[in-house]
């Protein structure tokens, strides 16, 4: 079974400049995260989708992220302008619907602003 | 509410001893739970999980947890630790009618020559 895919692996930008992470989770897997985790900390949820539809986002900074998952599959989230603080690794997640939740991550989108 | 709390955000231990991260959730009914492994600038790597089968669960690495309804516990332990064990663990929840998962803040663990 291939993995949950994220990239760009690294990124580099300035702040107020703009960047766009994807994911590609699991085949079938309906539920898909994404995860901020600053240097230190736990991750932090920021979006919930189920299919192609929000169900959390109430952590989402709706100011200067959002985030799409077009045809329940693949998802972008996009951060304009990004801010110094905004610095952190990214993480997808994707589950299966069930009792038995499997939570798979890739291996996450480390931005850096400078 | 829903929440995840480890209770030590730093365990020290000498390798060659027993490795004890302590983990409870909080919830009217029982969650599925998991423990994530994170090494230093890696992903994070599942160890093990629990879903309402054996309360006694087996992960990779020699890793094992325990479910305790009685004390809304699942800790997670090794009987002798390896300077490999080194990284941040974290405590996940995952609550099906929520369809969300709750992460604790983490332990760093250290292992001591």
């Known amino acids: 079974e291939a993995g949950v895919a994220q990239s760009p692996r690294y990124k580099i930008i300035e702040k107020r400049q703009s960047v766009a992470f994807w994911c590609n989770p699991i085949?079938?897997?309906?539920?898909l995260y994404w995860y901020q985790q600053i240097l230190g900390q736990g991750p932090k949820l920021l979006i919930q989708?189920?299919?192609?539809?929000?169900?959390?986002d109430s952590q989402l900074p709706k100011d200067r992220f959002s985030a799409e998952r077009l045809k329940g599959v693949d998802s972008t989230l996009k951060i304009q302008p990004a801010k110094l603080e905004d610095s952190a690794v990214y993480l997808c997640?994707?589950?299966?619907?069930?009792?038995?939740?499997?939570?798979?991550f890739g291996s996450g989108t480390r931005l850096t602003v400078v | 509410a829903q929440s995840v709390t480890q209770l030590d955000s730093h365990v020290s231990v000498s390798e060659g001893t027993p490795v004890l991260l302590r983990c409870n959730y909080s919830s009217s009914y029982s969650p599925s739970l998991f423990w994530y492994v994170q090494h230093p600038n890696k992903g994070l790597q599942l160890l093990l999980k629990y879903t309402s089968a054996a309360t006694l669960v087996k992960g990779i690495n020699g890793f094992e947890a325990e479910f305790k309804k009685s004390e809304t516990s699942f800790h997670l332990t090794k009987p002798s630790a390896h300077m490999s064990d080194a990284a941040e663990y974290f405590c996940v929840g995952g609550y099906s009618s929520a369809s969300k998962i709750i992460f604790g803040s983490g332990t760093r663990l250290s292992i001591r020559p």
């Open positions: 997640a994707s589950s299966s619907s069930g009792t038995d939740y499997g939570y798979t």
């Open positions: 085949s079938g897997h309906a539920t």
């Open positions: 989708f189920q299919n192609n539809g929000v169900v959390d």
